[in-house]
């Protein structure tokens, strides 16, 4: 059984408004994560016997939008003796008006490209229209008020700092075969201990989240999401701990090597 490697990157504010002061918080930066396997003690057994790798992440703001880079290598050991190496990239360009995403994703199964996806979905009068140049003549609509990544990131943010602590939408990041989500996110205020550092780069001490994505196919009446998702945001963006919970197993992310990087400068 092969699973998704696919780090979502949550969270539009409102179709057609533009977004927030806030959105100037997010801080450009990259960041890798090294993934491993954790016991999930709800589930007794699972297929994969061991999974590790390493998730390398670079986001960038830039005058008019802002730029995702995700490239993550992912070795699996089934119990069946079959070994797996699953690489997945990324990248995106979301515009700050909230009005378009640009996307590629591409996945690789041992060395051999198993998926890609290349498209662009822009919010018109009424929808969201996803347009694909892979797999070619590809169109889909979508609800108007899907949110793009960044700016749910953002909204989850918004809504964290004002103590809410729930927020549903509909969700779309061009990064798989699924066409998009509704999205269940739990923002829970993070009160332990802070990481302050990675390697020679201080991390200041700002208000941070634990922030759970359950993703749920459209209309479903379900009531165990297809996936689960984890992350502990900054209030800055900076996630400094990685959740992926795919029912019979589960992958942690710690953060291991991070840096800021430069604003552009931008006229006004």
Not at 45 to 73: I, N
Not at 210 to 221: E, I, R
Not at 246 to 257: A, T
Request: aromatic share 12%.
């Amino acid at each position: 059984m092969m699973y998704a490697v696919r780090f979502i990157y949550a969270v539009l504010l409102s179709f057609g408004v533009c977004l927030s002061a806030r959105a100037q918080e997010l801080r450009s930066h990259d960041a890798t994560y090294v993934m491993k396997q954790i016991i999930n003690y709800t589930q007794n057994w699972s297929p994969v016997e061991r999974a590790d790798g390493m998730l390398r992440y670079k986001f960038r703001q830039t005058c008019d939008g802002w730029t995702v880079e995700h490239h993550t290598v992912m070795n699996m050991d089934y119990g069946n003796d079959e070994q797996v190496q699953m690489i997945w990239s990324y990248t995106s360009w979301e515009a700050k008006d909230g009005s378009k995403l640009r996307f590629r994703s591409r996945t690789k199964h041992n060395g051999v490209d198993a998926e890609e996806y290349v498209g662009e979905a822009v919010h018109e009068k009424d929808a969201t229209i996803v347009t694909y140049s892979k797999p070619v003549g590809k169109k889909e609509t979508l609800p108007k008020a899907t949110y793009f990544p960044t700016a749910h990131l953002i909204k989850s943010i918004e809504l964290a700092q004002k103590g809410e602590n729930l927020f549903n939408a509909s969700y779309f990041d061009g990064s798989g075969q699924d066409l998009n989500f509704e999205v269940n996110t739990f923002m829970t205020a993070f009160k332990g201990k802070k990481l302050t550092a990675v390697k020679d780069v201080s991390l200041s001490n700002i208000a941070t989240w634990d922030m759970n994505l359950a993703f749920f196919q459209p209309g479903s009446q379900e009531s165990t999401p297809q996936m689960e998702m984890g992350a502990r945001y900054r209030q800055d963006g900076v996630s400094t701990r990685l959740l992926q919970d795919f029912s019979d197993f589960v992958l942690e992310g710690q953060l291991v090597d991070f840096s800021y990087a430069d604003e552009p400068v931008c006229k006004k």
